[in-house]
């Protein structure tokens, strides 16, 4: 099928781990390759594949030495290169590589990380750091070619926020710069909350908080236990995500005696039974480029409590006390705490939030944020073509 903006076009994807367990950059990829795929021919090189699409190609990129990760870096960004240099319309790189003239950037630069803010002799003792570090070099050289300024370059950032900070370390690239957020698959109407406790083992009774999250600490989840101390007994919490840390927060829930009311799910196949099992999502993040697990619970119509826009890209476009609650500090365990209160007292509240939330998401869909890619990877050839 020929898209109705313009020709099919081959399309490779550089995403070193193409799995949807690997996180939101992940993710990110996956669900654009799942909408593009109906329309243009996609091929994806990854080292690591859980992945299945009609019409998509894979192609498995080796990996002689896994560690250290720079060095892993390094080779796949060659290996891709060599494997990508002709023969396709356009090199989508959700990689720090230097092939691909659509780059998308999830994270925040390491040249900013290492030398934002920094003056005077403490930023002439960083470049030392720098200079006398294989890793960081490498790291900052493959950033740096991502980007670099030649026709038909397209710097695609998740969030306003992470386009800042990605104007204040490479501010000669502007002209490259654009915005697509995440979207969201709507979820199918009409679920039953009961069924979906039952299935992930939940209590039925009581008020179900849900908190999603890979790196629990980073995304606030001490910050929430703590509040969750004086919250009501039936007020309960869900732990979704990656277990390697889920031992040292069953221990800090249980001294603060709380281990009754906690339920560690681990890393689930599907994210979407825990949101339907869910009355509330919390994410007290201390660092979020974007946050999908937010547009993801304001999908399923979940009231929606957040860090502000200081720590969370989607922040930016959420408006407090219409679409979402956000937090002004994150790790206050008592602001978290009164604004959990509010939340779970006030039934019109709940409801305001939820419609608001789902409205939000309608207008945030992977469709649509395929539609603008599509837009990029033509504006890409035809300044590529031309030499503009």
């Known amino acids: 099928m020929t898209p109705a903006g313009g020709q099919r076009l081959k ?10 367990r690997g996180g939101g950059a992940e993710s990110y990829s996956i669900r654009l390759v799942e909408q593009l795929a109906a329309r243009h021919d996609i091929h994806v090189f990854a080292q690591q594949i859980e992945h299945a699409w009609p019409g998509v190609s894979y192609h498995r990129v080796s990996s002689p030495l896994p560690k250290p990760r720079w060095i892993n870096q390094l080779w796949y960004a060659a290996a ?46 960083r470049w030392l750091k720098i200079a006398t570090s294989p890793r960081l070099l490498t790291y900052l050289a493959l950033e740096a070619l991502r980007f670099r300024v030649r026709p038909g370059q397209q710097v695609v950032l998740t969030s306003s926020s992470l386009q800042a900070d990605a104007l204040a370390a490479y501010p000669h690239a502007v002209g490259a710069m654009a915005i697509v957020t995440p979207g969201v698959a709507l979820p199918e109407p009409g679920w039953d909350r009961a069924a979906g406790r039952r299935e992930l083992g939940l209590p039925a009774n009581g008020r179900m908080l849900l908190f999603v999250a890979n790196d629990y600490a980073r995304k606030g989840l001490t910050t929430l236990l703590a509040a969750l101390v004086t919250l009501p007994r039936d007020v309960q919490l869900a732990v979704v995500g990656n277990t390697g840390q889920a031992q040292r927060f069953r221990d800090l829930a249980a001294a603060a005696g709380v281990d009754k009311r906690v339920h560690f799910l681990g ?15 919390v994410h007290p993040t201390l660092d979020d480029t974007f946050a999908m697990v937010v547009l993801e619970g304001l999908a399923h119509g979940l009231p929606v409590v957040v860090s502000g826009p200081a720590q969370c890209g ?17 790790q206050d365990s008592q602001e978290l705490l009164a604004t959990l209160q509010r939340l779970l007292a006030d039934k019109a509240l709940q409801q305001r939030l939820s419609a608001n939330g789902r409205a939000f998401a309608q207008a945030h869909t992977w469709e649509h944020a395929a539609q603008e890619y599509e837009r990029l990877y033509r504006a890409s050839l035809a300044s590529s073509r031309t030499g503009t």
């Open 11 to 20: 399309i490779a994807v550089l995403n070193r781990v193409f799995s949807a």
């Open 80 to 125: 891709t290169w060599l494997a990508t240099r002709s023969g396709f319309d356009v090199v989508h790189s959700h990689e720090n590589t230097w092939q691909g003239r659509v780059q998308t950037i999830h994270v925040k630069p390491v040249r900013h990380n290492l030398l934002g803010g920094q003056r005077g002799w403490r930023r002439r003792l």
């Open 267 to 281: 890393a689930l196949d599907g994210v979407a039974r825990a949101y339907r099992a869910a009355d509330v999502l």
């Open 314 to 330: 989607i922040s930016t476009l959420l408006r407090d006390g219409k679409d979402a609650l956000l937090l002004t500090d994150p």
